[in-house]
Antibody, heavy 117, light 107 residues
Framework: EVQLVESGGGLVQPGGSLRLSCAAS????????MHWVRQSTGKGLEWVSG???????NYADSVKGRFSISRENAKTSLYLQMNNLRDGDTAVYYC???????????WGRGTLVTVSS | DIQMTQSPSTLSASVGDTVTITCRAG??????LAWYQQKPGKAPKLLIY???DLQTGVPSRFSGSGSGTEFTLTITSLQPDDFATYYC?????????FGQGTKVEIK
């Protein structure tokens, strides 16, 4: 069964850091680009960051310079390092598989990140 | 970023109805559009890609159409399991963007 399982969410103060992880299984992880998409009550679904099969990375303007995406193919894992967190980063963060044609066909269950003092 | 606008925001319908949701793109995206269904507390689920191609396993009562800047998702003979929120998403640019969602609720 194809599966993505996120972890690492939690409550963090503004300015703090958090590292999200996503464990993939049931497919050849190294052959797929992967992304993080977040969902907040106020802003709906928002693409956050993506990483290609070759390790090339891209970021939404809202997180550029603060977030860093990485992958470890040997561990079939995706990561999101989030620094200098802001209230507006509060959301459920989903790990998402790219089909190779730029749309998303597998989503994890999400992990909640709450930024609050 | 390409802005995606869905209408209506909420739609009330009954089982057996046919419903249509519209998604408009801020500029032409050819047919690089996907539709997702999301139920409360769950992750979005892919329904349609490339504007009109049905994802494997999705019932044929779901259909999509459109190109350029205007797209529609149609659900014929609405079933109890279809009451959910639907999102469109463009993937013409790497910075994918989503519509704000359309909630289909029971009348």
């Amino acid at each position: 069964e194809v599966q993505l399982v996120e972890s690492g969410g939690g409550l963090v103060q503004p300015g703090g850091s958090l590292r999200l992880s996503c464990a993939a299984s049931g497919f050849t992880f190294s052959r797929h680009a992967m992304h993080w998409v977040r969902q907040s009550t106020g802003k709906g679904l928002e693409w956050v960051s993506g990483i290609g099969t070759g390790g090339d990375t891209n970021y939404a303007d809202s997180v550029k310079g603060r977030f860093s995406i990485s992958r470890e193919n040997a561990k079939t894992s995706l990561y999101l390092q989030m620094n200098n967190l802001r209230d507006g980063d509060t959301a459920v963060y989903y790990c998402v598989r790219d089909t190779g044609y730029w749309y998303f066909d597998v989503w994890g269950r999400g992990t909640l990140v709450t930024v609050s003092s | 970023d390409i802005q995606m606008t869905q209408s209506p925001s909420t739609l009330s319908a009954s089982v057996g109805d046919t419903v249509t949701i519209t998604c408009r793109a801020g500029r032409s995206i050819s047919t690089w559009l996907a539709w997702y269904q999301q139920k409360p507390g769950k992750a979005p689920k892919l329904l349609i890609y490339k504007a009109s191609d049905l994802q494997t396993g999705v019932p044929s009562r779901f259909s999509g159409s459109g190109s350029g800047t205007e797209f529609t998702l149609t659900i014929t003979s609405l079933q109890p399991d279809d009451f959910a929120t639907y999102y469109c998403q463009q993937y013409h640019t790497y910075s994918r963007t989503f519509g704000q969602g359309t909630k289909v609720e029971i009348k």
